[in-house]
């Protein structure tokens, strides 16, 4: 079932891409609006964006591997696959689930915690496909999708902090 929803759902997210080829009315899309920068500003937006997805990734990827190894639910490098442009864009949904489902696993942070982490998680993965509509609908997704995406970088750097304080060794006691 996860094969379909990630088939399907690249399928939409490459189709809603494309509409600068089959709805040309619509807009140029996002690279029309890097285009729009001229260069060597296009870029420069281009380069520092995914120099920004880069770490976030590795932000994610410290906290897989800050996991227990018995509760991870995936590879630590697997967060990665946001950059495989445009199956990201649903792959960005699983790999929240699975970060949360592995610090749900481990047991450090709270579920409460968790939960709200991964909130933010969704709510920036749907605002972000949001942003590849044309018109009002794609600025105001984005608009809404950026702040969702640093809240969400914020908390996983408090999850790696917490996650990386060792735990203090067990006592050692004398037995006669």
Not at 40 to 61: E, K, N, S
Not at 89 to 94: A, M, R, S, W, Y
């Amino acid at each position: 079932m996860r094969a379909v929803v990630k088939t399907v759902g690249t399928i939409l997210v490459a189709i809603i891409l494309g509409y600068p080829l089959w709805a040309p009315e619509w807009g140029l899309g996002i690279l029309g609006e890097i285009g729009a920068l001229g260069m060597p500003g296009g870029l420069i937006a281009v380069a520092v964006f995914f120099g920004l997805v880069a770490l976030y990734c590795r932000a994610l990827q410290r906290t897989m591997t800050l996991v227990r190894p018995d509760a991870r639910t995936a590879p630590p490098a697997s967060v990665w696959w946001m950059f495989a442009i445009p199956y990201n864009f649903t792959e960005d949904f699983f790999i929240v689930r699975t970060v949360s489902a592995s610090m749900a696993a481990d047991a450090r942070m709270p579920g409460g915690f968790i939960r709200w982490w991964a909130a933010l998680g969704y709510g920036w993965c749907g605002f972000q496909i949001l942003s590849l509509f044309p018109g009002m609908a794609g600025y105001i997704g984005g608009a809404i999708a950026l702040p969702l995406w640093a809240a969400h970088w914020i908390m996983t750097d408090r999850v790696n902090r917490r996650l990386a304080i060792r735990q203090p060794a067990s006592p050692l006691t004398y037995s006669p």
